[in-house]
Nanobody, 120 residues
Framework: QVQLVESGGGLVQAGGSLRLSCAAS????????MGWYRQAPGKQRELVAT???????NYADSVKGRFTISRDNAKNTVYLQMNSLRPEDTAVYYC??????????????WGQGTQVTVSS
């Protein structure tokens, strides 16, 4: 069974930094695109950043220049370095990964979410 476990959320003042991590575990034989999404109260879940297995990245306009996504393929782990945080970055952040696992078709998996709160 595949699991995505996120860590690194918390409370930070505006202008501060946080680093999120998401580790995939289970009988994984292939890891394709990985990414981060977020959902603020009363809003739809939105894309923050994605990264392909080859390292190509894509960012939401609202986080360009402030957030950096990276991955460690050997560890099936994706990271999100968040700098210059703003109150509007407050949300639950979800990890997503498209994985191939034994006994299952290649599909996307979601983590449980980690809360990021930025105070003004």
């Amino acid at each position: 069974q595949v699991q995505l476990v996120e860590s690194g959320g918390g409370l930070v003042q505006a202008g501060g930094s946080l680093r999120l991590s998401c580790a995939a575990s289970g009988s994984i034989f292939s890891t394709n695109a990985m990414g981060w999404y977020r959902q603020a109260p009363g809003k739809q879940r939105e894309l923050v950043a994605t990264i392909t297995s080859g390292g190509s990245t894509n960012y939401a306009d609202s986080v360009k220049g402030r957030f950096t996504i990276s991955r460690d393929n050997a560890k099936n782990t994706v990271y999100l370095q968040m700098n210059s945080l703003r109150p509007e970055d407050t949300a639950v952040y979800y990890c997503n990964a498209r994985l191939g696992a034994l006994g299952a078709v290649v599909r996307g998996y979601w983590g449980q979410g980690t809360q990021v709160t930025v105070s003004s």
